[in-house]
C-alpha cells in the first residue's frame, strides 16, 4: 500500500491500482448510519422496488469514496494533502450485488512550483461493464 | 422539534450557514471508516499511523463529504428527490484525531432554468489554527 511511487517512471496511459468491491445493501446501510442520510431510495427495498430502478441504489458520495480510497492507496500523503476530485458525475446506479471495480489511468503528469502533480481519468464500473461514476483525479507524487 | 425542509426559496445565491465544530474524535473516525471499508493504515493502525509524518491516525479525506452534508443540514432537512450532478473535493491537509475542524457552507449558485432549480453549495472545512483542510462542493437539481 502506498510504496514509494518515482514520478520519472509514470507515462500517460498508465493504469493506476484498481479497486474490486461487490456492493451489498449492508454497506449501504452502515453508509446511511454513518451520514444519518435514511433516503428511502438507498435504505427502504419496498419503497425503492416502486422506483423506476426497481432496487436500492447505493449513494452517489458512497460510491465516490471508493474512488478517493484507490487514490490514497496508491499516493499516500500526496492524496491526503494535495488531492482532489474534479467533475466527478453519478451516472447510472449501483446496486446491491453489483460487483464494481474502481479504476483510474493517468492523463498528464507536470511539475508546478517544484510538486510532482498527475492528473488522472477515474471510473467505478459495474460487471458489465457500465460506467457509474466517471470524474478527474489530481494529486500529488511524494 | 421536527426540523424544516431546506427549500429553493431559503437558498439564493451567496447565502452562508452558521459554521458548524467537530471535534474529530477516534470512534468518528472509526466509524466512518467502517463505513466505506478502506483499511489503508494511515486510518486504520495507530502504531503505522506514528510512524507516518502526520503522528497519528489521519481521517479518510472523504470524511469531507460527511462534514460538508451537517454544516447544510444543521438547521434544516433534505427534501427528497434532487439530483446530484456533480460533485468534487480538495484535501488540502489531513485530518488528525481529535482535531477540531470548523464547516461552513455557502450557496455559490443558484437559479432556475426551464423549470429546474440548480443549486452549486460549497463548504470549506478548517482546523483550529484557521487552515484550510478539505473543500467540498456539490451542484445538484434541488428537489423543490
Known amino acids: 500500500m502506498n510504496k514509494r511511487i518515482n514520478f520519472d517512471n509514470l507515462k500517460a496511459g498508465n493504469d493506476i491500482p484498481p479497486l474490486y468491491k461487490q456492493m451489498t445493501q449492508e454497506m449501504i446501510n452502515r453508509w446511511a448510519d454513518a451520514v444519518e442520510d435514511y433516503n428511502p431510495l438507498h435504505v427502504d427495498l419496498e419503497y425503492a422496488k416502486k422506483t423506476k430502478f426497481k432496487s436500492t441504489i447505493a449513494p452517489g458520495p458512497l460510491v465516490i469514496c471508493y474512488i478517493s480510497e484507490m487514490m490514497n492507496d496508491w499516493l499516500g500523503i500526496g492524496w491526503i494533502e494535495g488531492g482532489k476530485l474534479l467533475n466527478i458525475k453519478l451516472i447510472a446506479p449501483v446496486k446491491p450485488g453489483d460487483k464494481i471495480s474502481i479504476r483510474g489511468r493517468i492523463k498528464e503528469k507536470r511539475v508546478m512550483k517544484n510538486e510532482k502533480i498527475v492528473e488522472c481519468d477515474v471510473f467505478v464500473q459495474n460487471q458489465d461493464g457500465i460506467k457509474a461514476v466517471v470524474g478527474t483525479a489530481v494529486g500529488l507524487v511524494k | ?144
Open chain 2, 1 to 144: 422539534m421536527e426540523k424544516e425542509l431546506l427549500v429553493f426559496e431559503n437558498l439564493p445565491k451567496g447565502k452562508e450557514f452558521r459554521p458548524i465544530t467537530e471535534i474529530l474524535t477516534e470512534e468518528k473516525i472509526r466509524n466512518f471508516v467502517q463505513a466505506i471499508g478502506t483499511q489503508n493504515p494511515l486510518h486504520v493502525d495507530k502504531a503505522y499511523a506514528k510512524n507516518s509524518k502526520f503522528g497519528d491516525i489521519v481521517a479518510p479525506p472523504v470524511i469531507s463529504y460527511l462534514l460538508f452534508r451537517r454544516s447544510y443540514l444543521a438547521d434544516a432537512n433534505m427534501p427528497g428527490g434532487g439530483v446530484a450532478l456533480k460533485l468534487e473535493f480538495e484535501f488540502l491537509k489531513g485530518a488528525k484525531v481529535n482535531e477540531t475542524l470548523i464547516t461552513q457552507t455557502k450557496v455559490l449558485d443558484s437559479y432556475e432554468r426551464e423549470g429546474k432549480k440548480y443549486v452549486t453549495l460549497e463548504g470549506v472545512t478548517k482546523n483550529a489554527e484557521g487552515e484550510k483542510v478539505f473543500v467540498s462542493r456539490l451542484h445538484t437539481i434541488w428537489p423543490k
